[in-house]
């Protein structure tokens, strides 16, 4: 199974984590233009670091994780 890499700020390092363990999440904001939508995936490493990474929207739609609530 594939991995996503994410930047574990506590461990100053790189870290890679099962995609069936991420998250996809769009955050939308109001802004004067309209509304914004930014995609990211999320993730929790093993020492408990909640982990995030903005994607465009093209991997977003290709990546098999679930959709987060």
């Known amino acids: 199974m594939a991995g996503q890499k ?11 984590v099962a995609e069936d363990k991420c ?4 955050y939308k ?3 004067a233009g309209g509304v914004q ?4 995936i999320r993730a929790k490493d093993n020492d408990g670091t ?3 990474k903005f994607i465009n929207k093209k991997t977003f ?7 987060a609530k």
């Open 6 to 16: 994410f930047y574990n700020v506590k461990k100053r390092e790189s870290v890679t």
């Open 23 to 26: 998250a996809k999440v769009i």
């Open 29 to 31: 904001r109001k802004t």
């Open 37 to 40: 939508e930014r995609y990211a």
């Open 50 to 52: 909640n982990l995030t």
């Open 61 to 67: 739609d290709t990546l098999k994780c679930p959709v």
